[in-house]
């Protein structure tokens, strides 16, 4: 019996998709779920020019997928003109992705598109496409006996640096991680070149302060059609990533070990560690949210910094949240997106900086009175006292403590608090001003702070080097 055979007959979904053979040397499958998309060639075209050799074989998995009910209306002539079109969206992108795979022979990268219409309208969504697809890319390397088989998680209307096969491989031989968030930069402008570098640009870093993707060579478009957007969908996906950014910064202010970027077109784990964690969930958004905490609970996640995710700016009403929504929200009438206050990120710094404190003290009353009342009222809601005396109870050694601390007070317990904060004295605040607010509480080395008025794209460009800092 291989690694991944009891988690398949536990929590699989399908049987054997791919007939072919993965080859033995097999590395890395990328896993791309697709649901009514036109042109993706720009998505194909930026992992065909990949970096690649003998030693790193590859394979990219597209899964075309939508609801069952969606087919069955369409052959009863019950369907909406929508869900024709997207059926009928879905077998032009099939036949045209494999007609692109034919004319696309790769020395060291196979290339599978597989069609799905048979998701029922309960479940359907991009949740069940990534699990399906990581689950055949678990029992390829099952098929091969390859445990840390590398299963990178990406998005149809994404394009990736031309070292993102090589970067990741490298990571995990070095880092020897569970999985690991990939680094990843939105669009910021349009017309802004080609994807292969032609405009002679280096394509990558920003080291000199500039954001590291205007000029960058990679193309500033909706991402399939060639489309270049509006000014208010750049300015909604500035707004919209500085938030991702601010977020991250102000976990890992506050001393929380397990914060990392959750965006569904830029991570990667290993194939052993995807089983033993049960596999993706089939929830029809923020399936990557709930995953990637799950394996960064383990304590060995980490972050590849040295290659670059593209995700599209476009705006998207296919989810109930996340960046689509989020744009598209914003550009129908919320001019300006708002974002949790940094001073409950305070708070938190203030409690997690008394961990020690908390393992040693028998009792922890003088602790606990220099606890804001925001955050006692909160942890009092949690039985925290409760909590901790069972934490204690059953941990022989302060990191034993510690690792249970951050299993009970996590990023779901984190995000309990920050809107109980929100509704009790500290409302959401303009992502700009909170952003700024930050950089002054924790006054990065390097960084020059605005002194004026808060520029969205000049604090996006700090924040973007500031997650650039952490060691790869």
């Known amino acids: 019996m291989s690694f991944a055979d009891a988690y398949l007959l536990k929590a699989g979904l399908r049987d054997t998709l791919i007939e072919t053979e993965p080859h033995p040397d097999l590395k890395i499958i990328v896993t791309i779920p697709v649901y009514n998309e036109s042109g993706l060639e720009r998505c194909l075209d930026s992992l065909f020019q990949c970096t690649a050799d003998a030693d790193l074989r590859a394979e990219v998995i597209l899964l075309i997928n939508a609801p069952a009910e969606d087919s069955e209306a369409s052959q009863a002539s019950e369907a909406s003109e929508a869900s024709e079109a997207i059926l009928s969206q879905n077998f032009s992108t099939y036949e045209a992705v494999l007609g692109w795979i034919t004319a696309h022979p790769h020395p060291s990268i196979d290339f599978h598109v597989l069609l799905d219409h048979s998701f029922s309208k309960k479940e359907a969504g991009v949740g069940l496409a990534r699990k399906i697809l990581m689950d ?119 001393g929380y070990p397990n914060a990392y970027h959750t965006v569904g077109s830029s991570f990667a784990v290993k194939a052993d560690v995807y089983c033993k964690e049960g596999g993706m969930n089939c929830r029809q958004a923020g399936e990557d949210f709930y995953f990637i905490q799950k394996v960064a609970q383990r304590g060995n996640f980490s972050e590849c910094n040295t290659t670059r995710v593209i995700p599209s700016a476009r705006p998207s009403d296919r989810v109930p949240f996340g960046t689509g929504a989020a744009v598209g929200k914003l550009i129908k009438g919320d001019e300006h997106l708002s974002t949790y206050d940094p001073r409950p990120f305070g708070m938190l710094g203030h409690l997690f900086s008394g961990l020690e404190t908390m393992y040693t003290e028998v009792t922890l009353n003088h602790f606990m009175k220099s606890q804001p009342d925001v955050l006692v009222g909160f942890l009092d809601t949690q039985q925290f006292g409760e909590a901790l005396v069972e934490i204690r109870k059953n941990s022989a050694s302060f990191p034993a403590f510690q690792k249970r601390f951050w299993r009970w007070f996590n990023m779901f317990r984190i995000m309990k608090f920050l809107h109980h904060a929100r509704e009790n004295g500290f409302p959401d605040i303009p992502v700009g001003e909170a952003s700024l607010e930050l950089l002054r509480l924790i006054k990065p080395e390097g960084v020059k702070i605005p002194s004026d008025g808060p520029d969205l794209k000049e604090l996006l460009k700090i924040f973007r080097k500031l997650d650039r800092l952490t060691p790869d």
């Not at 055949?136 to 994404?158: K, Q, Y």
């Not at 280096?202 to 954001?211: A, H, Q, R, T």
């Not at 509006?230 to 500085?242: H, K, R």
């Open 136 to 254: 055949e890319a678990a029992r390829r390397f099952s098929a091969v006996g390859t445990e840390d088989g590398i299963i990178a998680s990406m998005d149809a209307d994404a394009v990736v640096e031309e070292n993102y096969l090589v970067a990741i491989a490298d990571h995990f031989g070095r880092i020897q991680p569970d999985g690991c968030s990939i680094y990843f930069e939105h669009p910021l402008s349009g017309d802004i070149g080609s994807f292969d570098g032609s405009d002679g640009s280096d394509g990558f870093d920003g080291s000199d302060g500039s954001d590291g993707f205007d000029g960058s060579g990679v193309s500033g478009d909706s991402g399939n059609s060639g489309e270049i957007f509006s000014p208010e969908v750049y300015d909604a996906i500035t707004q919209y990533e500085l938030h991702l950014r601010y977020y991250l910064q102000s976990l890992r202010s506050t």
